[in-house]
């Protein structure tokens, strides 16, 4: 396999870090001192920038007004996104516009994704199911009659659901399968209940009662879910790694200044080991990520389903992303939690990457299962 980017590719993260450059995590109150939500909406600025540099169209086809690009693009995206601690529903979007772009009847992609592309319409997926820990569709009943849809059931943690137009709702069928319902936000039946993430974000519990949906508002196509929840845990792990290394970024400028005996403190040995350690996790939560973007992009068959190499990836980013915040907190010693100094931010938003689609354990639990069912030679 060749890891090595195209032009295209290439450009599509130039332009991203230019976009990003003027973004700052201090624009917004700090979580450690607001409570409840950060703010009340998403940065509707860089949204209309993202709009206007083709960056909310970069995954989707030509003819719905996209770039055409693959989801290693997007991850590229992500991950100078996270670098800025970017407040933007910019993975929930595009990952549910992928998803619609491929299961969606052609009439409702037609009428959703070139929305998509111009900025107008904002889109997210509750992929967390009650706990953060069970399968999200069990989470949510669909039931199926002579003129729709009812949805009934209760979901968590739906990031960006108070701004969405769109919430994409995994849910199942009294015969076992999974389908993908698009629900308005204001939706008849549809209540929402605040929840707050350690990042300070505003957060949602959705409570579906005899909530009806026309057909057309329900994906009812063989991997739909699969898709969604593929690129939204990998796209959760290039925010991962983005994050991670503009922390160690951080920690490097502040140990090359900071100085004790009349020495800098990264002249020390044990502060370069535990920065070479954080430097060698963040190369494998590169890695891995490259690898399960390759899979989902370019559907490439293995020893392992791609659901594997998502898997690894994600226990790469969880414990690495805690590991890399951990150690720069310990280095910068009592500079790193004063609220002045935005490394706190990076720690919170760390925290819920780690957490988000389920920590490294339950990756690893399913990693487990998938090597039982597909035994190596």
Known sequence: MDFTFTEEQQAAAETAKAVFADVTPDAVPSPALTPGAVADDFDRALWARLADTDLLGLVLDPAHGGAGLDPIALCLVLRAS???????????????????????????????????????????????????????????????????????????????????????????????????????????????????????????????????????????TEGAWERLHALLTTGTCALALGLGEQVLDMTSQYTGKREQFGHPVATFQAVAVQAADRYIDLRAMEVTLWQAAWRITTDATGALPAAGDIAVAKIWAAEGVRRVVQTAQHLHGGFGADTDYSLHRYHAWAKYLELSLGPAALHEEELGDLLAAHPLA
């Open 82 to 220: 996270a670098r800025a601690l970017a407040r933007v529903p910019l993975l929930e979007t595009s990952a549910v516009a992928l998803t619609l772009q491929h299961h969606a009847p052609a009439a409702t992609a037609d009428a959703l994704l070139p929305r998509v592309a111009r900025g107008e319409l904002v889109l997210t997926a509750a992929a967390q199911g009650r706990t953060g820990h069970d399968p999200a569709p069990l989470a949510v009943t669909a039931r199926r009659d002579t003129t729709g849809w009812t949805l009934d059931g209760h979901t968590s943690a739906v990031p960006w659901a108070h701004q969405a137009d769109r919430i994409a709702v995994p849910a199942h069928t009294p015969d076992g399968r999974t389908v993908l319902a698009l629900l308005p936000r204001t939706h008849a039946g549809l209540t929402l209940a605040d929840q707050y993430a350690t990042h300070g974000e505003l957060l949602a519990e959705l409570h579906l009662d005899d909530v009806r949906l026309d057909p057309a508002d329900v994906i009812d």
